[in-house]
C-alpha cells in the first residue's frame, strides 16, 4: 500500500512567532510529524494551502523556522512537497499568481506549487489539486471540477454550510454539491475539522487562537489504495484551562 501525507493549515507566522509558539510547533515536528513520515516510509507531502499567515509579507525569522525546522528536514528524507497556494499565501485579494511559496521556494526542486488548478498523479491515483479559487482561475477551476475524472481532489475551498472554527459556520462560499460527482474531497482553508461526505475538512495541524482549546489539530496519513485516512493527532498546544473553586477552597 502507498501513503502519503496530508497537511493544511500551517500558516508559518501566526501570532507574531513569538519564541515560545515556535519552539512547540517545533516539539510537534521532531517528536511527532517528522518521525511518523518516518515510520511510514512517507515519500511524498501534499500541503492543503495557507503555508504562511500574512498575505502582505513573510519575515526572515519566518523564513528561517520553515526552512530549519520544516523544509530542511523533509529534503533530508527525500521527501517531495506538493503545495495547493491558500488565500493567506495570496499578495493579492483576487489572484494567486503573486504568492509567498512561489516565491520562498521557486529555486527548489522538491516543492511543486500550483496557482492554477491541476491534475496529477500520485502512485497512480488521479488527484484534482485546487488551488483558493480567485479572478485568475476561476474558469478553469469550474471547467475542471465539470470534466475531471480525478476521483480524489484536494482543495483549498471555501464551501457553505461547514463550520471554519468550531461553533462559526460559514454562510458564505461555494455550494458544496458541485463536489458531489467526487469519491472522496479533501480540503484545507477552515481550520475545524468536519465531515459531509463526499467532503471533508481537515483541520489545521496546530491550535493557534483560543477557540482551538480542546479542538482536535494535527495532520493526516492517506492511503491511495484504499483512501482511507489516517488521523495523527497534535499533543502540544499553548493553550491550557485552570479552574479554580473559590467557593470550595480549603479553610
Avoid at 507531502?45 to 523533509?74: C, M, Q, W
Avoid at 483558493?132 to 483549498?156: F, K, M, Y
Avoid at 489545521?204 to 491511495?224: C, E, K, L, Q
Wanted: hydrophobic share 35%; proline share 6%.
Amino acid at each position: 500500500m502507498a501513503k502519503i501525507a496530508i497537511v493544511c493549515a500551517t500558516n508559518y507566522g501566526v501570532r507574531n512567532e513569538t519564541p515560545g509558539r515556535c519552539q512547540w510547533q517545533k516539539n510537534f515536528l521532531d517528536q511527532v510529524f517528522f518521525p511518523t513520515l518516518q515510520s511510514y516510509g512517507i515519500r511524498t507531502v501534499l500541503h492543503a494551502g495557507d503555508y504562511g499567515d500574512r498575505r502582505k509579507f513573510t519575515n526572515h525569522f519566518t523564513v528561517n523556522f520553515i526552512e530549519e525546522s520544516y523544509r530542511k528536514p523533509l529534503r533530508m528524507r527525500g521527501i517531495h512537497e506538493h503545495v495547493l497556494v491558500g488565500n493567506h499565501d495570496c499578495f493579492l485579494r483576487d489572484s494567486t499568481e503573486i504568492n509567498s511559496v512561489t516565491e520562498l521556494f521557486r529555486h527548489d526542486p522538491s516543492v511543486t506549487v500550483y496557482h492554477h488548478p491541476q491534475e496529477i498523479e500520485v502512485d497512480g491515483l488521479g488527484i484534482l489539486m485546487l488551488p483558493w479559487i480567485a479572478g485568475n482561475n476561476r474558469q478553469a477551476t469550474e471547467d475542471l471540477i465539470a470534466t475531471s475524472r480525478c476521483p480524489v481532489v484536494l482543495g483549498h475551498l471555501e464551501l457553505s454550510g461547514f463550520q471554519m472554527y468550531r461553533g462559526l459556520p460559514s454562510h458564505e462560499g461555494m455550494d458544496a454539491s458541485v463536489f458531489d460527482r467526487f469519491e472522496l474531497v479533501m480540503s484545507g482553508h477552515y481550520h475545524h475539522p468536519s465531515i459531509k461526505p463526499p467532503i471533508r475538512y481537515l483541520g489545521a495541524i496546530w491550535p493557534m487562537v483560543w477557540s482551538d482549546y480542546n479542538d482536535a489539530r494535527g495532520f493526516h496519513i492517506f492511503d491511495t489504495d484504499t483512501h482511507e485516512l489516517e488521523f495523527i493527532e497534535n499533543p502540544f498546544s499553548p493553550f491550557a484551562r485552570l479552574v479554580y473553586d473559590d467557593a470550595n477552597k480549603p479553610a
